[in-house]
Antibody
């Protein structure tokens, strides 16, 4: 069965960096586009970024462009999100998600990122 | 960016009720619309894609309709496990965007 497990969340000071990781299993990872979606405390869902299966295409939410980088290692079945220049507005649960067509069919359980001094 | 607006934001209903949630897009998204269910502390669950196609394993009491800018999610007979927050999402144009959510509460 499809499994997605995020790691790397935690408390980070404003302006610092953090890298999230997502371990995928139960499907052919390299064949699927993958997303990061976040949810601030008691707020709705916000799409963050997507990467194609072959890593040739990447798209970002405007507010994270230039600060966040999505990447993947198909040999390790892993998805990453490098987050730089973090601000309080980036505090959220970050979900790794599979989205072969744009609709997101599987979600991880999420990892909490708290930006605070 | 395409804005997705759901209504109502909160809905109070009883078991057995028919529930309709509306999602409007600020511009046409064709049929590239999905619906998700989320319960507190849990990841969202995929319900419907391409506006009206039910994901495998989702109960048939859930249905979706619409195209262009107006969409609906209908629960034909609300069950206790359906009390949750529902989100629509357009995947026609980047950045993908979600509605603000509709919380279905027990009346």
């Amino acid at each position: 069965q499809v499994q997605l497990e995020e790691s790397g969340g935690g408390v980070v000071q404003p302006g610092r960096s953090l890298r999230l990781s997502c371990a995928a299993s139960g499907f052919t990872f390299s064949s699927h586009g993958m997303h990061w979606v976040r949810q601030a405390p008691d707020k709705g869902l916000e799409w963050v970024a997507v990467i194609s299966g072959d890593e040739s295409k990447k798209y970002y939410l405007d507010s994270v462009k230039g600060r966040f980088t999505i990447s993947r290692d198909n040999s390790k079945n892993r998805l990453y999100l490098q987050m730089n220049s973090l601000g309080s507005e980036d505090t959220a649960v970050y979900y790794c998600a599979r989205g072969p067509t744009g609709a997101i069919d599987y979600w991880g359980q999420g990892t909490l990122v708290t930006v605070s001094s | 960016d395409i804005q997705m607006t759901q209504s109502p934001s909160t809905l109070s209903a009883s078991v057995g009720d028919r529930v309709i949630i509306t999602c409007r897009a600020s511009q046409s998204v064709s049929s590239w619309l999905a619906w998700y269910q989320q319960k507190p502390g849990k990841a969202p669950k995929f319900l419907i894609y391409k506006a009206s196609t039910l994901e495998s394993g989702v109960p048939s009491r859930f249905s979706g309709s619409g195209s262009g800018t107006e969409f609906t999610l209908t629960i034909s007979s609300l069950q206790p496990e359906d009390f949750a927050t529902y989100y629509c999402q357009q995947y026609d144009t980047y950045p993908y965007t979600f509605g603000q959510g509709t919380k279905v509460e027990i009346k």
